[in-house]
């Protein structure tokens, strides 16, 4: 009977020994098993980087809102998380030439410096997605930058305007314009009939690292031989040096209104506009910029001309400006 005990007593023994063996398996495997589903690295990182996890793309990300004129307006926003414009730019910068398609080019120019891969978040609106509007020019459809414009003024052998491919607001093209530090003009001119009020909207990046050395420019210019026989005109200017202002000029009266300098190197999207009731006002990405100091400005309808590109420009500054434009949409009454 000892000997029946002893025996039952080790085979006990065995049994406990053999369950200890088998829960500390179990628990490094679910220990492992734990470790995997949280994707944690001797780093430290998550591992859940892709659309949906912690890493990916929030909803909402991109261009467009409800303060752009043109989304409130019911047309297409094109929008496009930061994420995906790395990858559309990445693409882009594979699949493209760096140097600029000259074909459209007016006076010889440089080459252009676009901007940063970041550029590519940016989303313009071309014109087979606007509707109801004066004119439109998104610069993609043409192969001469001159191409449905009235007239063209070049008095710069040192300034060039051309078509440009790289980064554009909305593939394939916008336009380049180089000025440099000497007076004269390089533009594009569109006669247009009896305006009343207008909407001047394009889409500007400033191809430069600092404009405190650039000379005065106007960018975009709308005038008006009004129908009492008066004058006005309404500039969008950049210049001389690290400045911004809108330029209204009624019957010889003056008002600028000082605006947000753009940013270097990424698209901004401007409006320059005009009614009766409102006065001028401006807005820099859907945000009005410049107060109410163009309030109480009025002019009466008249024959309309926009211009764009270099409308003038001016030292005193020794700095050249190399900017792009695209998407250049007047709306307004007739």
């Known amino acids: 009977m000892k000997r029946a005990g002893g025996l039952v007593l080790v085979i006990a023994a065995c049994a406990l020994a053999a369950c200890q063996l088998v829960a500390g398996i179990q628990d490094r495997v679910l220990v492992a098993a734990d470790d995997a589903t949280t994707g944690t690295s ?56 760096a140097t600029p398609d000259s074909s459209g080019a007016l006076d010889a120019g440089s080459p252009v410096d676009g901007g940063s891969s970041a550029d590519a978040a940016f989303a313009g609106t071309p014109c ?51 000025v440099p530090p000497v ?31 650039i000379p005065y420019v106007i960018v975009a210019q709308m005038n008006f031989a ?30 600028f209104v000082a605006l947000p300098v753009p940013p270097v190197r990424q698209w901004t999207h401007v409006t320059m506009s005009y009614a009766p009731a409102t006065g001028a006002t401006t807005t820099q990405n ?25 409308v003038y420009g001016t030292p005193p500054q020794s700095g050249t400006l190399t900017y792009s434009m695209d998407d250049v949409v007047l709306q307004g009454t007739e």
């Open 286 to 310: 859907g945000v009005a910029v410049g107060g109410d100091a163009g309030a109480g400005i009025v002019v009466a309808p008249g024959s309309a001309t926009l211009i764009i590109g270099e």
């Open 128 to 178: 087979s997605q606007l509707t109801n509007y004066i004119f439109c020019d998104d610069f993609d459809s043409v192969t001469d930058a001159t191409t449905g414009w009235t007239w063209t003024a070049f008095s710069l052998d040192a300034g060039s305007v051309q078509l440009e491919q790289y980064d554009p607001a909305t593939p394939p093209n916008s336009l380049s314009v180089l």
């Open 226 to 255: 009004q129908s009492d026989g008066g004058t006005g005109t309404f500039n969008y200017a950049l210049g001389s040096g690290a400045s911004c202002a809108l330029q209204v000029f009624v019957n010889g009266a003056q008002t």
């Open 42 to 97: 001797s780093g430290g990182s998550s591992g859940s980087t892709g659309p949906g996890g912690s890493g990916g793309p929030e909803a909402g990300d991109g261009a467009g809102g409800a303060n752009d004129p043109f989304d409130a307006a019911g047309d297409v926003s094109l929008a496009q998380s930061q994420d995906d414009a790395t990858v559309t730019a990445d693409a882009q910068a594979d699949s493209s030439s």
């Open 183 to 213: 007076s004269g003009t390089n533009s594009l001119g569109k006669v247009l009939g009896t305006v009343a009020s207008f909407t001047l909207s394009f889409d500007l990046r400033l191809d430069v690292d600092s404009l405190d050395e």
